[in-house]
Structure formats: C-alpha cells, structure tokens
C-alpha cells in the first residue's frame, strides 16, 4: 500500500485514472506504482513463456522465422501471457494472502488495487490479440485467446480450487507457447509443433509438483487441494518420479521423429539423467530443501531442452 498521507484522504482527494493520488506525482510514489503493475505481469514466468514461443516460430521453418512475425508475434503473445498472469493474481488475491510465497504480491499488500489490475490486463490482453490478429495471422490470435481463456478462467476458476490433478488437466495451457510460435510464421500447427506441446505438458506435473511438496502447508492452509495436501507427500513423490520418467521418454521423440539430430539426443539424455536423479532421490531420501532443489532444476531443465532443440536446428 502506498506509505503517504494523501492515500487516506477523504473522497475530495483528486486522483487520476489509475487510482493515484495527485499529491503522489510529488512524492516519488507514481513509479513505485508502476513497478507494482509490472509485478503483477509476473516477467519471469512471461520471459520463459516468451522464450519457449519463440524457440517454435524458429523450428517451424528452415532458415529464419521472417522478421515480422518474429518481432509482432513475440510481442502478442508476451502482452496476452502478461495479461493471464494479472488476471490470476486478480482472481487469487485473498489466497495469496494466505501463503508466505506470494503474500508480497501486489494485491495482498494493497499497493494495486482490483480496478487498476482488471484495467492493466484488459489494454494487455487487448493490444496482445490486435498484434497478434493483424501483424501475424488470425489463427495464432484464436489459439492465443483460447489458451488465455485456457489458464485464467478454466485453470483459475475451476481446476485449482477443486481438483489436485489441476496441474495436469491445466497443464495444456501452459504447454502451448510453442505452438503459438510455430503457428505465428506459419499459419498453422504441424505434429512437430504438437511434439513441443507433449514436452511441457509432460514436464509440468513433476515442476509443480516439486513446488507443492515444500509448500505443502501454505497450500492447505489456503484451501487448495495439491496433490501433497490431499494424498500426501509419498504419493506425491511417486508421482513426480512416475511423470518425470514420462517426460524422459516424451523428450526422445523429438529425436526419434526425426525432427532434431545427435546433439539434441544427447543434450537431452543428460537432462533427463540430472531430472531422474533429483526424481529418484525425492522420492527416495525426501527434504524439503530437496524438492526445492528439483523445482529450480526443472526450469533451468525446460529452458536447456529448448535451447538444445534450437542448437540442434541450425547444426542438422
């Protein structure tokens, strides 16, 4: 919450069309405001969406993706990625609150308010599908807002609150990134592009897993039914090392389809090695500095992999 006098004022207290005090343009307040709505856009998690889209728009074709819908599909998809993630922190207010890792949010300590955060991802969302409709091709617009539509209502709303196989089921929204690259310089979503897809989709359960197993009480304590919190953290652990030998075979289909050559085998053999092994020691010889071990792993893991695909691209 803004820390000025002017903030508890009575309703004659001008203010401009985000909410601020006008009396803040002289305190150095309006910049602390905007860096809040940045946050609430979560950039890190924006960047990696960003980056795994755009490691699909460069697989789609055999050379270089053309530049402009390298450059405005990029942009689109990161205005609309920024947008769900404003609109989740809308929705999950009050239970951010209640846990220790996102209590600092924006919305829980008041320095944004609901109006602001429902304004910022409307011109986000909104300026995301223009970019996207009339600089790349419509049907990267479409599957954009259905992956929107995907995470911050389907996912949000209904999955999270109500079924610890959340992750799993709304695991497709998050998977699709790269297919939203490949279709931005294509037009069109090919079996390789459904490959990328199969890889995330089958990296999530084992990622956020990891995260649940060390937060297992800020979950419960927040009502939400994560695996761990509902059938507890062997089950759980079981389940990890399960999906991550999933995830093991799915990354080899790139290879075996013929889409990626020798360095990609072999860059994603050592990866996968490095997951199985953090899997195996979770469920074998489990802490909770461990599971959060795993789970920084398994971004660096998904980041490398994608890297390795792009390598592997332009070395064949």
């Known amino acids: 919450m803004i820390k000025n006098a002017s903030a508890f004022a009575g309703a004659s207290t001008a203010r401009d069309l985000m909410g601020t005090p006008v009396t803040a343009r002289t305190s150095g307040q309006l910049p602390f405001r905007w860096s809040q709505l940045l946050r ?23 050379g270089l993706p053309p530049a402009g819908p390298l450059l405005f599909g990029s942009l689109g998809i990161a ?22 890792r996102t209590r600092a949010r924006p919305l829980p300590t008041g320095s944004t308010t609901p109006l602001q955060t429902l304004l910022l991802a409307s011109v986000l969302g909104g300026a995301g599908l223009l970019c996207l409709y009339f600089e790349a091709n419509p049907l990267t617009m479409w599957l954009t807002l259905a992956t929107f539509l995907g995470y911050a209502v389907i996912y949000t709303v209904v999955l999270k609150p109500l079924t610890p196989q959340n992750i799993v089921i709304g695991g497709l929204s998050g998977a699709m990134p790269p297919v939203l690259g490949w279709a931005a310089v294509t037009g069109a979503v090919s079996s390789n592009a459904l490959l990328l897809l199969l890889i995330i989709f089958a990296w999530t359960p084992p990622h956020f897993w990891a995260l649940a197993l060390y937060r297992k009480h800020e979950y419960a ?76 792993y398994s971004i660096l893991y998904l980041a490398c992999l994608f890297a390795a695909l792009l390598l592997d691209h332009y070395l064949l």
């Open 40 to 62: 609430l856009c979560k950039p890190r998690v924006v960047s990696l969406i960003v980056f795994t889209a755009v490691i699909g728009m460069f697989l789609a074709v055999p």
């Open 79 to 100: 205005l609309v990625a920024a947008a769900a993630a404003a609109v989740n922190c809308l929705i999950e207010r009050e239970i951010d609150a209640k846990m220790a």
């Open 221 to 296: 304590k927040a009502g939400i039914p994560m695996l761990p919190v509902t059938h507890g953290d062997r089950f759980t652990r079981l389940h990890v090392l399960l999906y991550t030998i999933i995830l093991a075979a799915v990354t080899l289909m790139p290879f075996a389809s013929g889409m990626s050559g020798y360095f990609y085998l072999v860059s994603v053999l050592a990866l996968d090695g490095v997951f199985l092994y953090f899997a195996i020691s979770l469920y074998t010889h489990f802490s909770t500095g461990l599971a959060a071990r795993t789970f920084r």
